[in-house]
């Protein structure tokens, strides 16, 4: 606009000296020829009369076109300036709805929020969740310092002045802050952020505070980790009872072997004996795994095939070999496979001939979620097995039967080589219920 009106100058400066260069050869011009051509000083007179109007009408013709053009490019020029301003009247209509907008989010926001400006961190605006984390006082229009004071010593103030300083957003996780509400001293934990704000320059001259009061959850994390300590405490005072318990049941059928001289009673003794040696090894390794889902199969094996063939003591011991890879079991399903352990070690260390026998283990996780353990025993055959460890006329293999059915698990006989292969399959899942729900009745 200001280069229109720069250009429509010199144009009227042109017309004008054009214009005043025109009249002025003219006016000497004309007089000169005048002379020259009219020697009668009448006529010569008159000429220069008609001479004159003739210069005022073509000034006066000239002088209107001046003005007409200015008018005409001023009325152009105002059109244009009226139409910059209600254009700018109409931005700035929707700038200042836009801020009443923010404004009333920012004020109804959910988390305590504020401006602060200068270098004095002068509050400049709150929301109503800042209020009521800071308590009922005059904040705005009152630097930090003035309106809470009781946080000049708490680091808050050297952390403002120094993102305003510097012009770098600092970020506040879990900070403790105190401050008095109603009276009292109150202790808030805040995750908070400030935020340098910055000018058309680039210059600072306020900070954007935003806050969260995670005062609440602070104060139920730390009830939650002493519940948890006192669940601890709880489950080590339960799993040394347990473990007390089981080895005085333990001791005393040791005792009651050692009154009887019948081989048969002392066998079913030592029998049962491990049968308490296996739940206590499996509740040790839920114990020191922590979880109902952590206890390891291969170690559970190993621990299970030393204290059985510890326990029955005798010359029949097979070697044992296990190749088990590492998979985890939940509780409810390693009891009964513990037990089922229980029962073959013991059938083979207590039931069969001295010999070289041989067992191996091994463990298939191929179709998951499904397992299968293989055990493969040497120098056995497949009837024999099944008449003296399977056959449910006899008390273990009742019990075999019933940790079968209660592992939900099939299982198959099949000869290798010179033995035979016992496998179990199962599906590897958490059962929900009571670990130790486990019932001798068979169905």
């Known amino acids: 606009m200001v280069a229109t009106i720069l250009h429509s100058g010199n144009r009227a400066l042109n017309i004008t000296l054009i214009y005043f260069t025109t009249a002025a050869l003219w006016i000497y011009g004309s007089d000169f020829l005048l002379e020259i051509l009219i020697s009668d000083m009448a006529m010569l007179t008159v000429s220069q009369t008609y001479k004159g109007l003739f210069f005022v009408s073509v000034t006066s013709l000239l002088l209107y076109v001046l003005i007409k053009s200015a008018t005409s490019q001023m009325e152009e020029r105002n059109r244009k300036i009226d139409a910059l301003l209600k254009s700018e009247k109409v931005k700035s209509h929707k700038i200042g709805e836009s801020m009443k907008r923010l404004q009333l989010v920012l004020v109804n926001a959910p988390s305590p929020i504020c401006f602060l400006e200068g270098d004095d961190h002068t509050y ?48 506040g996780k879990e900070v403790p802050m105190v401050i008095k509400k109603e009276g009292e001293r109150t202790v808030l934990y805040r995750d908070f952020i400030y935020m340098p ?14 806050a969260n009061d995670i005062t609440r959850l602070i104060r139920a994390n730390r009830e939650l980790e ?26 005393l059928i040791e005792l009651q072997a050692d009154h009887f001289k019948e081989s048969e009673i002392i066998k079913h003794l030592r029998h049962t004996q491990s049968r308490i040696h296996t739940i206590a090894d499996i509740h040790e390794l839920l114990y020191t795994k922590g979880g109902l889902k952590n206890i390891p199969l291969e170690e559970l094996i ?24 590492p998979h985890s ?45 293989q055990i493969e025993i040497s120098d056995l055959n497949c009837t024999r097995f099944e008449n003296q460890f399977l056959d449910t006329d006899t008390f273990e293999g009742v019990l075999t039967s019933i940790f079968l059915q209660q592992l939900k698990a099939e299982s198959r006989i099949q000869e290798a080589g010179s033995g035979l292969e016992f496998c179990i399959r199962f599906e590897s899942i958490v059962r929900r219920g009571s670990a130790g729900n486990i019932s001798v009745r068979s169905e």
Not at 156 to 170: A, C, P, R, S
Not at 197 to 210: A, C, K, M, N, T
Not at 302 to 325: K, M, Q
């Open 197 to 210: 704000l910055r000018d058309d320059e680039d210059r600072i001259y306020g900070i954007f505070v935003q």
């Open 124 to 171: 400049t605006f709150v929301n109503e969740a800042y209020k009521q984390m800071i308590g009922d006082r005059d904040l705005v229009g009152k630097p930090v310092s003035e309106a809470v004071p009781e946080i000049q010593s708490q680091g808050f103030i050297e952390i403002l002045d120094k993102v305003y300083q510097t012009g770098e957003m600092y970020l």
């Open 329 to 373: 079991l939940n509780i409810n399903q390693a009891i009964p496979l513990g037990l089922i352990f229980n029962e073959l070690f013991s059938f083979l260390a207590g039931k069969l001939e001295n010999n070289d026998r041989t067992v191996v283990i091994r463990s298939d996780y191929s179709e998951k979620p499904m397992v299968e353990i």
């Open 226 to 251: 002493d519940l948890l300590a006192d669940k601890e405490i709880l489950l080590q005072e339960v799993h040394h009872r347990v473990k007390n318990n089981l080895a005085v049941v333990i001791g």
């Open 302 to 325: 190993h621990i299970l095939a030393e204290t059985i063939f510890r326990i029955i003591d005798g010359d029949n011991v097979p070697a044992c070999r296990i190749e088990v890879e």
